[in-house]
């Protein structure tokens, strides 16, 4: 069976760091892309990074960009998302989730709840 287990969220003021994980078990992780994926109160879940691991690459929303940094460790089956200078607006429900190709999400366990408070 595939799990997925995201954590390292809580709750941190503005202009803070944390950095999440997710780890992953029961499919061949190297041959997929891994998507970190939000969603906060009232609003749809939103794309926020993604890297494939085939080849490294990695994506970013506007959003995030040049304040996350996503990486992946294939012999720990885990990705990272290191979020920095974090806003108030970055709070939300963190979830990821593999696919095919990027944005990832093809399936999903259970977040962690980041907050940031200004």
């Known amino acids: 069976d595939v799990q997925l287990q995201a954590s390292g969220g809580g709750s941190v003021q503005a202009g803070g760091s944390l950095r999440l994980s997710c780890a992953a078990s029961?499919?061949?992780?190297?041959?997929?892309?891994i998507g970190w994926f939000r969603q906060a109160p009232g609003k749809e879940r939103e794309a926020v990074a993604c890297?494939?691991?085939?080849?490294?690459?990695?994506e970013y929303s506007d959003s995030v960009k040049g304040r996350f940094t996503i990486s992946s460790d294939i012999a720990k089956n885990t990705v990272y998302l290191q979020m920095n200078s974090l806003k108030s607006e970055d709070t939300a429900v963190y979830y990821c989730?593999?696919?095919?190709?990027?944005?990832?999400?093809?399936?999903w366990g259970e977040g962690t709840q980041v907050t940031v408070s200004s």
């Open positions: 989730g593999p696919g095919f190709a990027c944005p990832g999400g093809d399936m």
């Open positions: 029961g499919f061949t992780w190297e041959h997929y892309a």
């Open positions: 890297i494939e691991n085939r080849d490294g690459s990695t």
